[in-house]
C-alpha cells in the first residue's frame, strides 16, 4: 500500500514536471517567433534611395529599433524588445525577452525564468 502511494505520487509529480516543462516549450517559441515577425517588420520597414538605374537599401538602428518596437508592441504577448539594431545596411537583428512563470509548480521558480529569442532578417532588396 505505501509503495503505491510513493508510486503514484511520483507519477504526479512527473506529470506536472511535464506539463511545466511543455508550458516553457511553447513559451520559448512564442518568443521566437516575435521575434522573427519583428525581424521581418524591420527589415521590410526600409528606407530607400533611388539613384538613376539602382536602388539603395539603407537600414540604421533607429529605424530597426522604431519598426521592431511597434511590432512587438502589436504582436508580442507580453514580450519586450530588447535589442534592434543593423549590423550592416540590410539586415536586421531583433532581440526580444518574455517572463514565463510556470504554471503548476511555481514554489521552486517564484521569480519566474527570463526566455530570450534572437532574429535576423535581411531586406529583399540589395
Known sequence: ??????YA????V???LCADATSMYLA???VEAVADGAAVAAAEGVASATG??????????????RAASLFVHDNGGGAALVSGTAPD????????ASTWHPPVI???VPQ??????TATSRTALE
Not at 545596411?89 to 526580444?96: D, K, L, N
Not at 519566474?112 to 529569442?117: K, M
Open 112 to 117: 519566474g525564468v527570463t526566455l530570450r529569442a
Open 89 to 96: 545596411s540590410t539586415s536586421a537583428r531583433v532581440t526580444v
Open 52 to 65: 538613376e538605374d539602382t536602388v539603395a537599401v539603407r537600414l540604421d538602428d533607429d529605424a530597426v529599433r
Open 14 to 16: 512527473l506529470i506536472l
Open 28 to 30: 520559448q517559441k512564442q
Open 1 to 6: 500500500m505505501i509503495l503505491t502511494i510513493a
Open 9 to 12: 505520487a511520483l507519477a504526479l
Open 106 to 108: 511555481t514554489l521552486f
